[in-house]
Nanobody
Framework: QVQLVESGGGLAQPGGSLRLSCAAS????????MGWFRQVSGKQRELVAT???????TYADSVKGRFTISRDNAKNTVYLQMNRLNPEDTAVYYC???????????WGQGTQVTVSA
């Protein structure tokens, strides 16, 4: 059973940075896609960024140029470097893993990111 555990959330000032990590407790079959999503209370969960096994990336328009997703396959870990944070980035951030050839989706428990002066 694979578990995803996020860390690195917290409080940041506008213009500041945070780095989120998502570690998988077990090996996730390849090829796969790892991603970060976020959700504000009362709103739908939205995609932030994804990265495939061969490191192809996608980003939401709202975070392009500010956030960077990366992964370390040897450590089964995906990262989200968030720079130039603004209050609109405040949300619970979730890690997700999906397999290309199987209908399996793994979610982490979420980590709170708050951007406030």
């Amino acid at each position: 059973q694979v578990q995803l555990v996020e860390s690195g959330g917290g409080l940041a000032q506008p213009g500041g940075s945070l780095r989120l990590s998502c570690a998988a407790s077990g090996s996730i079959r390849s090829p796969n896609t790892m991603g970060w999503f976020r959700q504000v209370s009362g709103k739908q969960r939205e995609l932030v960024a994804t990265i495939t096994s061969d490191s192809s990336t996608t980003y939401a328009d709202s975070v392009k140029g500010r956030f960077t997703i990366s992964r370390d396959n040897a450590k089964n870990t995906v990262y989200l470097q968030m720079n130039r944070l603004n209050p609109e980035d405040t949300a619970v951030y979730y890690c997700r893993a999906t397999l290309r050839y199987a209908p399996i989706v793994y979610w982490g428990q979420g980590t709170q990111v708050t951007v406030s002066a």
